[in-house]
């Protein structure tokens, strides 16, 4: 296809019929192959500013890529998800954290869920911190979950990031665990993305006040529990989801990136929209991809010794990442396109972003 689109936008003119003598294609096959190309060939040339913002921050970002970098300099995150229902959501967040270029992916999850995990893929370092059905009989509750952190805790020192939520489940022992991860020094070391499960814990967990980001990534109804979990908002008896987001992002001393047909994302005293075109499908395992993707990218952040008042422009590239990959994805499968297909063209997509001469 790179060929063919190489032909279609050379400057030297070539017939029709010689074309289709040379690539061996029959009349219908030739025109639809057109029709593909020239939609790839739009989509290359046509990048927008905001695109090109998000390129340039990731090219600013990303690690280089000249043989002097030893295994996980080029990205090291911790995944704190999975149950025995849910094994998807930390596979879908630690392999999109690899795909945009990170190295080593640790996912910390219920033992009872590590067996299907390590099965989608050997590329992930799947760890069991505790046992659901151990926690249930022992004798001992403190000391259960007192182990389960530290098996948290003694690995920690080698992220550059962690994401905490996706599959991880409601449990009330999960809230205690949290904390304790939360209020321990060692955690405050490094940026933390909140999705999914774990944003059911605010405000009930002590944000790190610290230089670290920590950063939120609900849905709109997601959003709506969180807000009302906060102090109130006096004035507004009817926020709109912006300003209960930039009210969130306030209270809770944290960034909020509101997923939606257009994100929105605050540090409460600013704001930016990402309004790249995504895909007009939504499945599921797309939020969980987003926040693997914001990880990946706050860890590398975190490596530059970057400045916080950067953060807001890096979450709205991650955004920008992930959607023109479902973009993609949406032009090639349709209604066809599941999460896993999106994963496969998180790689093409940053490409498009951070090179000028992209080659889809």
């Known amino acids: 296809c790179y060929s063919f689109c190489t032909l279609l936008t050379s400057k030297k003119s070539i017939s029709r019929n010689r074309l289709m003598s040379v690539l061996g294609l029959r009349e219908k096959v030739f025109r639809q192959l057109c029709t593909e190309c020239k939609n790839v060939i739009r989509t290359c040339s046509s990048k927008t500013a905001e695109e090109q913002t998000a390129g340039r921050t990731m090219n600013d970002l990303a690690p280089p890529l000249d043989f002097t970098q030893h295994k996980g300099q080029g990205g090291r995150i911790g995944i704190i998800g999975g149950s025995e229902l849910y094994t998807g959501a930390p596979y879908y ?66 992220l550059h990031c962690c994401l905490a939520g996706p599959g991880l489940g409601t449990e009330p022992h999960l809230l205690q665990m949290l904390q304790e991860i939360f209020n321990d020094p060692k955690s405050k070391a490094f940026p933390w ?93 797309l939020g969980d991809i987003l926040s693997g993707t914001l990880a990946i990218l706050l860890g590398w952040h975190r490596v530059k010794e970057g400045r916080k008042s950067d953060v807001l422009q890096i979450l709205c590239s991650g955004c920008a990442l992930v959607r023109v990959a479902s973009r993609l994805t949406f032009e090639q499968h349709s209604r066809a396109m599941t999460a896993a297909d999106v994963l496969q063209n998180i790689g093409p997509a940053f490409e498009y972003l951070t090179n000028d001469n992209c080659k889809l």
């Open 93 to 158: 967040a630690a392999m999109s954290s690899m795909k945009v270029g990170g190295e080593l992916a640790y996912i910390f999850a219920v033992s009872e869920a590590c067996s299907p995990i390590k099965a989608y893929s050997p590329d992930l370092i799947v760890i069991p911190w505790y046992s659901a059905t151990g926690l249930l009989h022992t004798t001992n509750v403190t000391g259960y979950r007192y182990n389960a952190v530290q098996q948290f805790l003694s690995r920690c020192s080698v």
């Open 193 to 285: 993305v909140l999705d999914a499960d774990a944003l059911r814990f605010l405000p009930k967990l002590t944000l790190m006040k610290t230089d670290r980001a920590v950063v939120l990534t609900p849905n709109v109804r997601e959003l709506q529990i969180v807000f009302e979990m906060c102090p109130p908002l006096e004035g507004n008896p009817n926020p709109t989801n912006e300003v209960m987001a930039d009210h969130i992002a306030t209270s809770l001393n944290c960034f909020v990136v509101l997923k939606g047909k257009e994100d929105y994302i605050t540090s409460g005293a600013t704001n930016l929209t990402c309004t790249v075109p995504g895909s007009p499908k939504r499945v599921g395992g």
